[in-house]
């Protein structure tokens, strides 16, 4: 493999504080019932409107959207953290010479680079790609070429790393080997009963010594 897909939240990212404060933010405002941490947490996966969708149903979804992006993009950074492994394994990854890396995700690209950015992680990324940056979002297979084509690779030499059966589906889509850890909103039984990846980690240190037998310094 020279290419390696991430997927952002839930994978290289814990965001799930500011998603879950934007919402019950936009269903306060529109007279609802608030979410919980733990069913907000549950629906994410496929992009905010999917997720606003399976919270509050199609109609107070496309309402509820813009009140979300205003709250959201004004307190993108409350709570984010990277999860463990993340900076390291980009960081030797990029210090390899030997792969390019870059993030596939159905968060917004704007939002996707500010994060990126804030948390330093551009300096060893290719490319950092999301919801409308192209007309498409992941599992389409016309999203996984975009990649593809973008980081002029093959799907012989890439691999799609993520957390969620949209990550393992976008995987498939393009014929790409996918990893998948634990470490966003599905468990390793949800997991193995929704996807059938190449592998299944518990987080980022496991998979970086599996596949690019990269060690802890103890």
């Not at 993030?103 to 999301?130: C, E, M, Y």
């Not at 297979?141 to 976008?170: K, N, V, Y």
């Amino acid at each position: 493999m020279k290419t390696i897909l991430f997927d952002l939240d839930g994978t290289l990212v814990d965001h799930f504080t500011a998603i879950a404060q934007s919402i019950s933010h936009s269903q306060r405002e529109m007279g609802l019932a608030e979410s919980s941490y733990d069913a907000v947490c549950a629906a994410v996966g496929g992009g905010i409107t999917l997720t606003l969708t399976r919270l509050m149903g199609v109609e107070n979804a496309k309402q509820a959207e813009p009140i979300f992006n205003q709250h959201f993009d004004a307190n993108l950074f409350d709570g984010l953290t990277a999860l463990p492994g993340a900076a390291w394994l980009l960081e030797k990854l990029n210090a390899s010479n030997s792969y390019k890396s870059a993030v596939f995700t159905n968060k917004t690209g704007p939002h996707s680079r500010r994060v990126i950015q804030h948390l330093g992680f551009d300096q060893w990324l290719t490319a950092t790609v999301g919801t409308g940056d192209t007309p498409y979002r992941k599992p389409e297979p016309e999203f996984t070429a975009h990649m593809l084509e973008l980081m002029d690779s093959t799907s012989d030499e890439t691999i799609m790393i993520g957390d969620s059966p949209f990550d393992f589906e976008a995987a498939e889509s393009g014929c790409l080997r996918s990893y998948l850890v634990t470490t966003g909103s599905h468990s390793r039984s949800q997991l193995e009963q929704e996807t059938a990846p190449n592998a299944i980690y518990d987080d980022l240190y496991q998979l970086a010594d599996d596949l690019f037998d990269f060690k802890i310094k103890s």
